[in-house]
């Protein structure tokens, strides 16, 4: 099947292309198609550009179950350390009365002290546990929502251009969306123009170019652009002019250095 031709099929390529789960020959099938091919390279870079910005949530980590069996275990040796200990001669009555209250007064303070320790520290493991918890449930909520946000923030992508120097090596991808009346161009190649000089964008309708704005020297630019400007247009071109570029009645001035077809991403 040539999946060139076939929209659906090749929206689902280009995102497993993305998504690096287009693996072994198909993968370099469809490399190999998109070296020759213009629409299959502008998708894949669409959906490139779609998920480069997406980040991982981190999974919560629960705490161990063991903490609460060495702090048993503990509780529990030193019972029976307690209990162990020699026994001396049976003193007298009296003195064994004595001995059997303290002791008890004894045991009832340290059992005392060792429920305050435990109390302590399942107090602070819990306190650190939804304090862990808590952070992590807030992060989560904040990446969700900055995850939530860049989707909205997704553009409706429905023109896309890929434009080449004479060499067929991609420079410029071109992509408009026409609720938000932009054109955002972003370079992909390694020209870098001078400082007295700028590149300005083309529309090439059949009737003549028309000037469609000057780019920055920012990597990626958004310009302006109304429905009807990019509607029916074939193609789209750039051309190295003076600084602040040229009044778009006459069309280029200095030597176009990338174009490209215009391409309806509805088709």
Same mark, same amino acid.
């Given at each position: 099947?040539?999946?060139?031709?076939?929209?659906?099929?090749?929206?689902?390529?280009?995102?497993?292309?993305?998504?690096?789960?287009?693996?072994?020959?198909?993968?370099?099938?469809?490399?190999?198609?998109?070296?020759?091919?213009?629409?299959?390279?502008?998708?894949?870079?669409?959906?490139?550009?779609?998920?480069?910005?997406?980040?991982?949530?981190?999974?919560?980590?629960?705490?161990?179950?063991?903490?609460?069996?060495?702090?048993?275990?503990?509780?529990?040796?030193?019972? $029976?350390? +307690?209990? !162990? /200990?020699?026994?001396? #001669? %049976?003193?007298?009555?009296? *003195?064994?009365?004595?001995?059997?209250?303290?002791?008890?007064?004894?045991?009832?303070?340290?059992?005392?002290?060792?429920?305050?320790?435990?109390?302590?520290?399942?107090?602070?493991?819990?306190?650190?546990?939804?304090?862990?918890?808590?952070? $992590?449930? +807030?992060? !989560? /909520?904040?990446?969700? #929502? %900055?995850?939530?946000?860049? *989707?909205?923030?997704?553009?409706?992508?429905?023109?896309?251009?890929?434009?080449?120097?004479?060499?067929?090596?991609?420079?410029?991808?071109?992509?408009?969306?026409?609720?938000?009346?932009?054109?955002?161009?972003?370079?992909?190649?390694?020209?870098?123009? +001078?400082?007295?000089?700028?590149?300005?964008?083309?529309?090439?309708?059949?009737?003549?170019?028309?000037?469609?704005?000057?780019?920055?020297?920012?990597?990626?630019?958004?310009?302006?652009?109304?429905?009807?400007?990019?509607?029916?247009?074939?193609?789209?071109?750039?051309?190295?002019?003076?600084?602040?570029?040229?009044?778009?009645?006459?069309?280029?001035?200095?030597?176009?250095?990338?174009?490209?077809?215009?391409?309806?991403?509805?088709?």
């Amino acid at each position: 099947m040539n999946f060139a031709h076939n929209p659906e099929l090749l929206d689902q390529l280009a995102a497993s292309y993305a998504l690096g789960t287009l693996r072994g020959g198909a993968r370099r099938r469809f490399e190999a198609v998109a070296r020759e091919n213009v629409t299959v390279r502008a998708q894949a870079l669409i959906w490139q550009e779609r998920l480069a910005s997406l980040t991982e949530l981190q999974p919560s980590e629960a705490p161990s179950a063991n903490v609460w069996k060495r702090i048993a275990n503990a509780v529990e040796n030193q019972r $029976q350390a +307690a209990a !162990a /200990a020699p026994v001396a #001669a %049976a003193p007298s009555p009296l *003195l064994e009365k004595l001995r059997r209250a303290l002791a008890f007064w004894r045991g009832a303070a340290w059992a005392g002290a060792v429920a305050s320790v435990v109390a302590i520290v399942v107090s602070f493991r819990i306190g650190g546990q939804l304090d862990t918890q808590g952070a $992590q449930l +807030a992060e !989560a /909520a904040q990446k969700n #929502a %900055a995850l939530l946000a860049q *989707l909205q923030a997704t553009p409706d992508i429905q023109y896309v251009a890929v434009l080449s120097d004479d060499k067929a090596v991609a420079s410029v991808l071109v992509t408009f969306d026409p609720k938000k009346q932009t054109l955002m161009l972003k370079r992909v190649g390694d020209y870098h123009e +001078a400082d007295d000089r700028s590149l300005q964008l083309w529309a090439l309708p059949k009737d003549g170019p028309k000037s469609l704005g000057v780019l920055g020297g920012e990597k990626l630019v958004r310009l302006a652009a109304s429905d009807s400007a990019v509607r029916e247009v074939p193609a789209l071109a750039i051309s190295l002019e003076p600084k602040g570029g040229v009044p778009g009645e006459g069309g280029p001035t200095g030597p176009v250095l990338f174009k490209g077809a215009l391409i309806s991403t509805s088709l």
